[in-house]
Nanobody, 126 residues
Framework: VQLQASGGGAVQAGGSLRLTCAASGRASGRLVSNNAMGWFRQAYGKEREFVASISWNGGNPSYGDSVKGRFTISRDRVQGTVYLQMNNLKPEDTAVYYC????????????????WGQGTQVTVSS
């Protein structure tokens, strides 16, 4: 399974972006349909941090404290795709964003993630 993230770019503070992560490869949709998916990010010089997670059926959304109320995660289970709608972006949201598929069905963690995408850069200017 390969994960392809897209939708990153450069925006001004207060703007919005929508990230997409699509699973590809043989039987990829089936392989990820019963697994939790989510997003992490890593700013330059900092450790990778949790952004958002969603369960296999689109429930149980969870968010990092710094993005609560501004970001929304969703997924298309059949297509094996996960989305991250980012509103009211701030300069501190600048980072490379990575999508991930977990070994479990309920939530994604860094230690239990099974597949990782290649990352997409988000840059927010003040």
């Amino acid at each position: 399974v390969q994960l392809q993230a897209s939708g990153g770019g450069a925006v001004q503070a207060g703007g919005s972006l929508r990230l997409t992560c699509a699973a590809s490869g043989r039987a990829s949709g089936r392989l990820v349909s019963n697994n939790a998916m989510g997003w992490f990010r890593q700013a330059y010089g900092k450790e990778r941090e949790f952004v958002a997670s969603i369960s296999w059926n689109g429930g149980n959304p969870s968010y990092g404290d710094s993005v609560k109320g501004r970001f929304t995660i969703s997924r298309d289970r059949v297509q094996g795709t996960v989305y991250l709608q980012m509103n009211n972006l701030k300069p501190e949201d600048t980072a490379v964003y990575y999508c991930a598929v977990d070994r479990s069905s309920m939530a994604v963690t860094q230690t239990s993630a099974r597949y990782w995408g290649q990352g997409t850069q988000v840059t927010v200017s003040s």
